[in-house]
């Protein structure tokens, strides 16, 4: 049941108000927002004309509170793409509403932005996956949305979307194309797949039983967060694109004796964030493809 204790804690003038402040402290018009996961804020450091904010000294902005995540709002060109880099994201086991964890998307519309591309490290439940895959989401399964845990929980504002919002489509076939192709192209093939990423609110990793549980449901791989950020981005009308790094196998067998944990998950997204930063940078430079696409 929705109560007032669990509306919305970012309104709208909120949102405006940190993007007026954004906005009068850069000459950047970012069209293009990227999202950095655990361990792959570099994503963010070729960039030129490099412009940094840190979160806290940003208006209502939250703070990442988790190792792997520098917290800072970069802005820059990729090419000749104008760009803005989240270097770490926020989770609602930090204990902040999904209202919090997604702000930034917001705030990102209210910019201009256009397409938000997301990544994440998360684990394989896919048994033909392996540690240092690049998974392209195709889908997505919101599990605390199952319960309630939902960003669009609460009176809709129709300045951001529509009431109902759907997500059969939310992340672009045209994109997810287009970055198979660049993927072939680099000789990355054989280990980029495509697949569905699950959410859980975490923080602990799962358990056999529920690792199970979410292989049967037919997720490929389980995280911590990204699914809110995707809905709302969806609900405002933004171009989704998704990538997971796989960084540990998720064990499905008791008799099994490793146990995962967040320091190899931040060893192997180093280890692979070049290849991956790769294949994001070819893409946005070739973003346009899409764009000349859909006017003919």
Not at 70 to 77: A, D, K, P, S, T
Not at 94 to 115: A, D, H, Q, W
Not at 178 to 198: K, M, Q, T
Request: glycine share 8%; net charge neutral; proline share 4%.
């Amino acid at each position: 049941m929705h109560t007032k204790e669990n509306s919305c804690c970012c309104s709208f003038d909120d949102c405006k108000l940190t993007t007026e402040w954004l906005l009068s402290r850069t000459r950047h018009r970012p069209k293009i927002a990227v999202v950095c996961g655990s361990g792959l804020g570099l994503l963010a450091d070729s960039v030129s004309n490099k412009q940094v904010f840190r979160y806290e000294d940003i208006p209502n902005f939250p703070v990442s509170t988790v190792p792997g995540h520098e917290g800072c709002l970069v802005f820059g060109h990729v090419k000749d793409k104008s760009c803005v880099f989240m270097q770490g994201r926020f989770h609602l086991y930090e204990g902040y509403s999904l209202c919090k964890v997604t702000f930034p998307v917001r705030i990102f519309k209210l910019m201009g932005v256009e397409t938000i591309m997301v990544t994440n490290a998360s684990g394989g439940l896919c048994q033909d996956f392996k540690v240092g895959d690049i998974m392209i989401i195709k889908d997505h399964i919101n599990l605390p949305g199952f319960a309630g845990q939902h960003p669009l929980c609460g009176p809709n504002d129709e300045r951001f979307g529509i009431r109902f919002p759907c997500m059969s489509d939310a992340y672009s076939k045209e994109l997810r194309k287009l970055a198979l192709d660049i993927s072939a192209e680099l000789g990355y093939s054989n280990f980029v797949r495509e697949g569905v990423y699950c959410m859980v609110s975490g923080p602990n990793f799962e358990t056999v039983a529920e690792a199970r549980m979410l292989h049967i449901l037919g997720s490929d791989s389980v995280g911590m967060s990204t699914v809110p950020e995707v809905t709302v981005a969806k609900h405002c009308g933004l171009r989704v694109f998704g990538l997971s790094l796989i960084t540990n196998k998720v064990s499905l067998d008791y008799s099994r004796e490793e146990k995962v944990n967040h320091e190899e998950v931040l060893q192997i997204s180093k280890m692979r964030a070049e290849m991956l930063q790769k294949v994001l940078q070819t893409l946005i430079a070739r973003s346009n493809q899409l764009e000349s696409i859909n006017t003919n």
